[in-house]
Structures are given as structure tokens and as C-alpha cells.
């Protein structure tokens, strides 16, 4: 069992803009990165906290490990302060404050992000594709893949369906015929194609993210021609991928781990 050496990095002066870079203390560096990304509808009620269990067992495997904390939607000091563009802004600082750290390998950094996070991750993987000038656009540190764990990948489909009584409105500051560049570079579905591999685990008892998120959004994927996988989680619901004991964490971590080479 590896012995775990956590670094806090701020990448901002707000209270959640924070990182904790985990690495195996006697590893041979430069290690793959694994980027964590923590759902919760974007709202400020959830934290980074949830993924600490899970960063200690991808360590245990012997890469480095991000957990990312960022501003969410609410209006506490803290944690709040989120939405568009500023959640987007922050995840990529976040991701970006790696660059030039020799200890991490660079070219194998994979994002894996659960619900909200989901949708995040994806983004993240999607910045070389932004264009000129908007938020996130040029990336210092680019994704060489993602993990969706249970993701909101079609933000103008939940927006419709009133996900969460609204929490995209929220995030993203109105309708899509409102806000309509908000959803076309934040949602994933509308930045295909990402151009590197990715894969979409969705359980079918999930009752916090549809189903049909991840079946349409790899669908769509795979047309664009892009690299991407759908695992479909008999029987899972929401939120056993931040169980570790889980076989439904173990899927995870066995795709992670092998989109890292």
C-alpha cells in the first residue's frame, strides 16, 4: 500500500478555489494524473469532500490524483459565487495550475467527473476546441481523456426537462433562448467532437441524472467521430461510484486506469 503525500494549491484567492495534488510518496515520478471533479448540481450545498475516499484508492494504484474544489451556485462566501462563466473559469485554473509541476507526467491526464462533475470533465476535455476568447479557451494543461460517472452531458435537453427543479437554469443564469452562448460552449453535447477518448458509465436506476443523458449524448459522440464508450450499470443508481467498496467504483477505476495507458 502506497503511503499518500496531499498538497493544498490555491488557484485563486476565493475559498474554493483550491486543488489537493495526492501522490504516492515512493513512486517514480512522473506520474499519470487522475483529476476528480465532484457533482452535486453545481450548487454549493456539495463539496470536495466527496472524493477524498475515492483519491486515496486511485493513489493506492499508483498515479497522482486531483481533487478539484470550485465556486458553485448559492451566495454563501465560501462556496458560492459559481455559475456561468465563473464554475467554468475555475475548473480550468484548476486543471491549468499543473502545468509545469515535473513530478506529474502530463501527456496521461484524465478527468473523471460524477453527475454535475460529469459535465465538467467533459467540458474540461473539450477546451482545445473553445474558441478564441472564450471562457477556458487555451489550455495549459490538455485532458488525454475523460470519465463521465453518471454525467449531465445535454444541458439544453435538461434544461428542458427541468433537471433538479432547474439547477441548469440556475448554473447557467436562464433558459437556453436566453442565454444561448452559455449553453453552447458549456454543454457537452453541443462541443463535439472532443478528440480524445472518453467513457460514460450511467446506472439504470439512476433517479438524479437521466439515463438518457449518456445513451444520447455517446450516440452522439460516435457520429462526430470520436473515441467514446458507454458502460450501462444494471440496476446502479446515482451515487454508488462514490462508494469504494463498489463494484460499480471498481468499473470505474478499471476504465480510468486503462485510459491512462
Not at 484524465?110 to 476535455?125: E, N
Not at 481523456?145 to 439547477?167: P, Q
Not at 439515463?211 to 460516435?222: D, G, H, L, P, S
Request: a negative charge.
Amino acid at each position: 500500500m502506497w503511503r499518500v503525500h496531499t498538497t493544498r494549491i490555491p488557484y485563486g484567492d476565493h475559498p474554493s478555489q483550491w486543488i489537493d495534488l495526492s501522490t504516492p510518496e515512493s513512486a517514480t515520478a512522473p506520474l499519470p494524473v487522475v483529476i476528480f471533479i465532484h457533482g452535486g448540481y453545481w450548487r454549493q450545498l456539495h463539496g470536495a469532500d466527496q472524493g477524498e475516499p475515492l483519491i486515496k484508492d486511485l493513489v493506492a494504484n499508483g498515479v497522482a490524483a486531483v481533487n478539484v474544489e470550485y465556486r458553485r451556485v448559492g451566495k454563501s462566501p465560501v462556496s458560492g459565487g459559481g455559475g456561468w462563466p465563473a464554475t467554468f473559469l475555475d475548473i480550468a485554473a484548476a486543471i491549468d495550475s499543473l502545468a509545469g509541476r515535473d513530478e506529474l507526467d502530463l501527456g496521461r491526464v484524465v478527468a473523471v467527473g460524477h453527475s454535475a462533475g460529469g459535465q465538467l470533465a467533459v467540458w474540461a476535455a473539450a477546451r482545445p476546441g473553445l474558441p478564441a476568447g472564450a471562457p477556458g479557451a487555451d489550455p495549459l494543461v490538455r485532458l488525454s481523456g475523460y470519465v463521465s460517472l453518471g454525467g449531465v452531458l445535454d444541458l439544453i435537453t435538461g434544461a428542458r426537462d427541468r433537471l433538479d427543479n432547474g439547477a441548469i437554469q440556475s448554473f447557467l443564469g436562464g433558459e437556453p433562448n436566453k442565454q444561448p452562448e452559455a449553453y453552447e460552449l458549456g454543454s457537452p453535447i453541443n462541443r463535439l467532437p472532443i478528440g480524445v477518448p472518453g467513457v460514460c458509465l450511467h446506472g439504470t436506476k439512476d433517479d438524479r441524472v437521466p439515463y438518457e443523458q449518456t445513451q444520447t449524448f455517446v450516440a452522439a459522440a460516435t457520429r462526430a467521430g470520436d473515441e467514446c464508450r458507454s458502460f450501462t450499470l444494471t440496476g446502479a443508481g446515482h451515487f454508488e461510484y462514490l462508494d469504494v467498496t463498489s463494484s460499480v467504483w471498481a468499473a470505474t477505476r478499471s476504465v480510468t486506469l486503462s485510459l491512462l495507458g
